[in-house]
């Protein structure tokens, strides 16, 4: 019971301040980390805050004060027992979102891999066993013509043919690599079955092309050539086909009883988790074929550009495997 009224006022004010003034900053500054001790300093000014307001109720005469208690418990309490999301994209948990989804289904991801080496080792074969299904398997104009030509010209050029275009053109590569990645994932309403089509046909195109390089002797050049790009774009390429078996197996069930659309439920954040982190490698893999791949020997050495696929392939390995292990 409170006897002397300005005395308990004078002696709490001090503790009411402090309340409002790490309220106010909280509320200014949401996303701040609090250290325990601040935590527990805050905890223990809500609780004599509300003491003291439980003790003035007896005092019919302070409505003033009460209201002002009142309403500084109340944003005490808010911000103790507060269980919303912030409303500002955690970018951090965003990006954790992509490997920890893509680890969470590396059973698709290896069916996306094995279907489009199968592809890749038609493609090998058809060229091996007559060299005219190139034609067929390359619908390419600048795939026709013979390797050792190609890496002649692209050898021997003195000008920058894309002077001018490169911003237009890393735009166009993004744009149709990021349809396909989409594709691959759209196509597994069709139960899979598009997913796979999509996946070995773009298996077959890489073989024959790697094959046609390799047996004309220029290995080196297709090295140099598709590694910047490649170690990034194909692995993206897959991950969209990841998403389509995913979709794919939702829908299916395989004997799960749930209802399809809980299923569809339970997949759909990773699902955009790993399109989204794919969609962002396209990104870099477009600005990297019109800024590096498209230039060779002597304008950048062959090794040089290997090297630095290479690197890109074994960050982007422990970023998919790695990062955001608890």
């Known amino acids: 019971m409170i006897i002397d009224l300005p005395r308990f006022v004078a002696a709490e004010r001090v503790y009411w301040d402090e309340l409002d003034a790490a309220l106010a900053?909280?509320?200014?500054?949401?996303?701040?980390?609090?250290?325990?001790?601040?935590?527990?300093?805050?905890?223990?000014?809500?609780?004599?805050?509300?003491?003291?307001?439980?003790?003035?109720?007896?005092?019919?005469t302070e409505p003033h004060l009460r209201t002002f208690l009142e309403s500084l418990v109340s944003r005490a309490y808010s911000v103790i027992h507060e269980t919303r999301a912030p409303g500002r994209i955690r970018w951090k948990s965003a990006a954790l979102a992509f490997p920890r989804a893509f680890r969470r289904h590396?059973?698709?991801?290896?069916?996306?891999?094995a279907i489009t080496l199968l592809g890749c080792a038609f493609g090998w074969f058809a060229l091996?066993?007559?060299?005219?299904?190139?034609?067929?398997l390359m619908p390419?104009?600048?795939?026709?013509?013979?390797?050792?030509?190609?890496?002649?010209?692209?050898?021997?050029?003195?000008?920058?043919r894309l002077?001018?275009?490169?911003?237009?053109?890393?735009?166009q590569l993004m744009t149709h690599n990021t349809q396909v990645t989409i594709l691959a994932l759209a196509?597994?309403?069709?139960?899979?079955?598009?997913?796979?089509?999509?996946?070995?046909?773009?298996?077959?195109?890489?073989?024959?092309?790697?094959?046609?390089?390799?047996?004309?002797?220029?290995?080196?050049?297709?090295?140099?050539?598709?590694?910047p790009h490649g170690s990034i774009e194909i692995p993206a390429i897959l991950l969209g086909g990841q998403a389509g078996f995913i979709l794919a197996g939702a829908l299916i069930g395989w004997g799960d009883r749930t209802p399809r659309v809980v299923r569809l439920r339970a997949v759909a954040a990773d699902l955009v988790a790993i399109v989204s982190g794919a969609g962002v490698l396209l990104i870099?893999?477009?600005?990297?074929?019109?800024?590096?791949?498209?230039?060779?020997?002597?304008?950048?050495?062959?090794g040089l550009k290997i090297a630095f696929g290479l690197c890109e392939l074994v960050v982007l390995s422990f970023f998919l495997g790695w990062v955001g292990r608890e």
Not at 26 to 53: G, K
Not at 106 to 113: K, T, Y
Not at 208 to 226: K, N, P
């Open 140 to 160: 390419f104009p600048g795939l026709q013509e013979p390797p050792s030509e190609r890496v002649a010209q692209e050898e021997s050029a003195r000008q920058d």
């Open 284 to 302: 870099w893999a477009g600005t990297v074929e019109a800024f590096v791949s498209q230039y060779h020997q002597p304008v950048i050495p062959y």
């Open 25 to 60: 900053k909280l509320e200014a500054e949401p996303e701040r980390r609090m250290p325990v001790e601040e935590i527990e300093r805050l905890h223990y000014l809500y609780e004599r805050c509300s003491s003291d307001l439980s003790r003035l109720d007896t005092f019919a």
């Open 163 to 171: 002077k001018g275009v490169k911003a237009s053109f890393a735009a």
């Open 187 to 227: 196509l597994g309403v069709t139960f899979g079955v598009g997913t796979l089509i999509l996946l070995f046909y773009n298996g077959v195109i890489l073989g024959a092309v790697a094959t046609d390089y390799i047996v004309g002797g220029q290995g080196v050049f297709l090295a140099g050539w598709l590694l």
């Open 106 to 113: 590396l059973g698709a991801f290896r069916l996306a891999v």
């Open 128 to 136: 091996h066993v007559d060299p005219r299904n190139k034609a067929i």
